[in-house]
T-cell receptor, first 111, second 115 residues
Framework: GEDVEQSLFLSVREGDSSVINCTYT??????LYWYKQEPGAGLQLLTY?????DMKQDQRLTVLLNKKDKHLSLRIADTQTGDSAIYFC???????????FGQGTTLQVKP | GAGVSQSPSNKVTEKGKDVELRCDPI?????LYWYRQRLGQGLEFLIY????????KSGLPSDRFSAERTGESVSTLTIQRTQQEDSAVYLC?????????????FGPGTRLLVL
């Protein structure tokens, strides 16, 4: 079945780069997403990548996709304390578009 | 409204009671999704609506869970005879169309606590 795995915790210092990793199992996945969840807030879509792309950059965010290894990463450059949150990787599944989520990576940014 | 709204934002109930959770999608969005997020976990898909029909109910955990949608508008998720393991945040999302390429916009969620 479909499964998405993430490491649970990452701690970085302010100004450093953060790299959050994700692996997925559905080889037919065409869209992969990164969502951000802050305490008490809903999910915010950060970025997504289509499976015919290897990389996508959006300001401080860079998404890398290795289709062979089914590995997705999110790099946040110049990490700020406001980036502290839980980051979820998700794959779009089937024709319905339902999302299969990883368990989330908590990013802690130390000043 | 500008985004997806959900009500109530918090609900505390006693074990065995029924609860109704409401979702108002973004106007014009035909697809609507319900997810559940248990404490410290990722989101689990529950059910998907295209218009007012539900082609995929595969995530509903038991027959105590049901959902309906009126046209391409409001949806309600009903949990009958609530159990403590139903305690979670229930999130609703909508998208313009259905499909893995469509962006889903999430509401703030309803936090349900079953005592």
């Amino acid at each position: 079945g479909e499964d998405v795995e993430q490491s649970l915790f990452l701690s970085v210092r302010e100004g450093d780069s953060s790299v959050i990793n994700c692996t997925y199992t559905d080889s037919s996945s065409t869209y992969l997403y990164w969502y951000k969840q802050e305490p008490g807030a809903g999910l915010q879509l950060l970025t997504y990548i289509f499976s015919n792309m290897d990389m996508k950059q959006d300001q401080r965010l860079t998404v890398l996709l290795n289709k062979k290894d089914k590995h997705l990463s999110l790099r946040i450059a110049d990490t700020q304390t406001g980036d502290s949150a839980i980051y979820f990787c998700a794959e779009g599944s089937g024709n319905t578009g339902k999302l299969i989520f990883g368990q989330g990576t908590t990013l802690q940014v130390k000043p | 409204g500008a985004g997806v709204s959900q009500s109530p934002s918090n609900k505390v109930t006693e074990k065995g009671k029924d609860v109704e959770l409401r979702c108002d999608p973004i106007s014009g969005h035909t697809a609507l999704y319900w997810y559940r997020q248990r404490l410290g976990q990722g989101l689990e898909f529950l059910i998907y609506f295209q218009g007012n029909s539900a082609p995929d109910k595969s995530g509903l955990p038991s027959d105590r869970f049901s959902a309906e949608r009126t046209g391409e508008s409001v949806s309600t998720l009903t949990i009958q005879r609530t159990q403590q393991e139903d305690s979670a945040v229930y999130l609703c999302a909508s998208s313009l169309l259905a499909g893995r390429q469509e962006t889903q916009y999430f509401g703030p969620g309803t936090r349900l606590l079953v005592l």
